[in-house]
């Protein structure tokens, strides 16, 4: 398999892709960078022009196989209506929900999960690690977790999608958002709607809740089969809003009833584990909360 790191977004230390390369081949893959990987330009990983230009090779280009982006951040926002199809798995996660964004569009798999830096830093049998490459390899994953207080017992099967909410928020109104995603698809059969995972960090309370109302207003929160809430890092809980982000989010989906799963180990933590993307994904709460996505061979 022969992987390309590209930077679509924020500046990445050179040092971590350096790292994540001996890793990756160290797994027996093939690993090439894009030309401008390692370019700053302000916050940004090179000029919208350069970063564009990364992207469109590493898709374009037939012999990569997949696509691993070195950080998120912020930039491909300013970009994404240049980006070609995306046709093969991007790996990544917080700014790079654009791109699963645009694999969702043709329903193509992609990998929400760590980057460069914790590829390069994460302890070989850290679970982020083992999961990531078992990934690659094809092979299908399984979570568990302890059951948080608000979840919403049940169990759902669908495709997952969604990522950094923040980002998803600035995608609403566009043909890329995540209404137009479920429209795409629609009729779903209710028992095989989509499952939604949401994450964030560093945002005011009230802003989570503006963005869910938004997500409800809009019928996303209402065309989904379950929900999954992973980490919102650094989102301190507003004692003006009278309870915390959870509580704000169970009471913005509390008129549906499909299984809502909280405190996933899922975001802005070293503990971020993968999940494939537009894949057939099973989740249950009950005594535990439970997480299992097919596996697909890159």
């Known amino acids: 398999m022969h992987i390309r790191i590209i930077s679509p977004s924020g500046v990445i230390d050179p040092a971590y892709i350096d790292e994540s390369v001996v890793r990756l081949r160290s797994w027996g893959f093939a690993v090439s960078e894009g030309e401008h990987a390692r370019d700053v330009f302000g916050r940004f990983a090179g000029t919208d022009e350069a970063r564009l230009a990364d992207i469109k090779d590493a898709l374009l280009d037939p012999t990569v196989d997949a696509v691993l982006c070195s950080r998120g951040g912020y930039g491909l926002q300013r970009i994404i209506d240049q980006i070609p199809p995306v046709t093969k798995p991007i790996i990544g996660f917080s700014d790079i929900t654009e791109l699963h964004q645009l694999a969702a569009i043709n329903n193509e798999p992609s990998v929400h999960g760590i980057m460069c830096k914790h590829i390069a830093s994460l302890p070989e049998e850290s679970e982020p690690i083992v999961a990531l490459r078992k990934i690659l390899a094809g092979e299908a994953i399984e979570y568990t977790w302890e059951a948080h207080p608000l979840n919403r017992n049940g169990e759902a099967e669908g495709v997952l999608i969604g990522g950094n909410l923040s980002v998803l928020y600035g995608l609403q109104g566009t043909r890329y958002d995540l209404r137009s995603i479920l429209d795409s698809r629609s009729p779903i059969p209710d028992n095989q709607r989509p499952i939604l995972l949401i994450e964030d960090i560093a945002e005011r309370h009230y802003h989570i809740d503006r963005m869910l109302r938004n997500l409800r207003m809009s019928g996303v929160l209402a065309n989904i089969g379950g929900l ?39 975001g802005h933590v070293e503990h971020n584990v993968p999940l494939w993307f537009n894949m057939h994904t099973t989740i249950h709460s009950g005594m535990n909360s439970a997480l299992r996505t097919d596996g697909v061979l890159i």
């Open 228 to 266: 999954i809430v992973g980490q919102f890092s650094d989102c301190e809980d507003d004692p003006s809003m009278g309870c915390t982000v959870y509580e704000t989010i169970k009471e913005v989906v509390a008129d549906y009833d499909y299984p809502v799963l909280f405190n996933a180990p899922i």
